[in-house]
């Protein structure tokens, strides 16, 4: 059974929308294996997003991801990865699929309420990076 890291980002912490998007997931098979609430550095927030380093937004992502508390998590379930993909919806908000998180909740192409890992090999590493062994059952 796969597992994902899914970060509920500041824009909807801020909105006390994290009971709405835990539903979207749950609703769509997923299991919430794991769950807490941060508040990341800008350092942290750049060393999570070192692969976009050299993007232009890339310094706007970091200080909103440092903006305000972030909720990570570990979700679970067949395909895990790719179905909380669909769940999340394209990452710009008005592509995406109506039902979506990001239909639904996200209010820019930045700001855009959620992230999940992308492929097995990443969501391995991007779990490792919040989470440590003994927190995860
Ligand atoms: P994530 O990796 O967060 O799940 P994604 O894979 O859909 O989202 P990426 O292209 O990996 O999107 O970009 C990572 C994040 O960078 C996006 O989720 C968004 O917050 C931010 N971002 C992407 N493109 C832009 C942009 N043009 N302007 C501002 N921020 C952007
Ligand atoms: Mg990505």
């Given amino acids: 059974i ?13 909105r006390n929308l994290t009971g709405a998007i835990n539903k979207k997931f749950e ?5 919430i294996v794991a769950q807490k609430r941060i508040l990341l550095s800008e350092a942290q927030a750049g060393e ?5 380093k ?13 903006s305000g508390p972030v909720v990570v998590q570990v979700l679970e379930g067949e395909g895990a ?3 909380n993909r669909e769940v999340m919806g394209a990452t710009n908000p008005s592509d995406a699929a109506p039902g979506t ?18 492929a097995p090999e990443t969501a391995a590493e ?3 990076f919040y989470f440590s062994g003994l927190e995860l059952v």
Avoid: C, Q, W
């Fill in 2 to 14: 796969e597992r994902t890291l899914s970060i509920i980002k500041p824009d909807a912490t801020r």
């Fill in 27 to 31: 609703d769509a098979g997923l299991r």
């Fill in 48 to 52: 999570f997003y070192a692969v976009h």
């Fill in 54 to 66: 050299e993007r232009p937004f890339f310094g706007e992502l970091v200080s909103f991801m440092a």
């Fill in 81 to 83: 990865i790719s179905k």
């Fill in 101 to 118: 998180i990001r239909a639904e909740f996200a209010e820019s192409v930045g700001e855009n309420s959620v992230h999940g890992s992308d």
């Fill in 126 to 128: 991007e779990i490792a």
